[in-house]
């Protein structure tokens, strides 16, 4: 069992950036993919990013790219997602997610998830 546990959310000004963490217990996260998620109330959870076992391999949302950054620091058994210029429309509730050996970004292909944070982007 992989616990997740997300930390980093608030309440930021559209512009602003928020550095969201995912720190992982109960196993080792350097064997598996990290992704995060982002979900409004009434709509589909939303892939933001994924990250590979090695950070290798980042990928991302056509609609953060070139504004959020994911990374990983196995030793530290940590994930991050770091956001920048963030607009009102990032806001929503935030989750990290495992993927034993490889990543996604389909929601259903991961093993493991946190219980998310909130990001509000205030115009």
């Known amino acids: 069992q992989v616990q997740l546990v997300e930390s980093g959310g608030g309440l930021v000004q559209a512009g602003g950036s928020l550095r969201l963490s995912c720190a992982a217990s109960?196993?080792?996260?350097?064997?598996?993919?990290v992704g995060w998620f982002r979900q409004d109330p009434g709509k589909e959870r939303e892939f933001v990013a994924s990250?590979?076992?090695?950070?290798?391999?980042?990928y991302y949302a056509d609609s953060v790219k070139g504004r959020f950054t994911i990374s990983r620091d196995n030793a530290k058994n940590t994930g991050y997602l770091q956001m920048n210029s963030l607009k009102p429309e990032d806001t929503a509730v935030y989750y990290c997610?495992?993927?034993?050996?490889?990543?996604?970004?389909?929601?259903?292909?991961?093993?493991?998830w946190g219980q998310g944070t909130q990001v509000t982007v205030a115009s």
């Open positions: 109960g196993r080792t996260i350097s064997t598996y993919g």
């Open positions: 990250i590979s076992r090695t950070g290798a391999t980042p």
């Open positions: 997610a495992a993927r034993f050996w490889l990543t996604s970004s389909v929601a259903s292909e991961y093993d493991y």
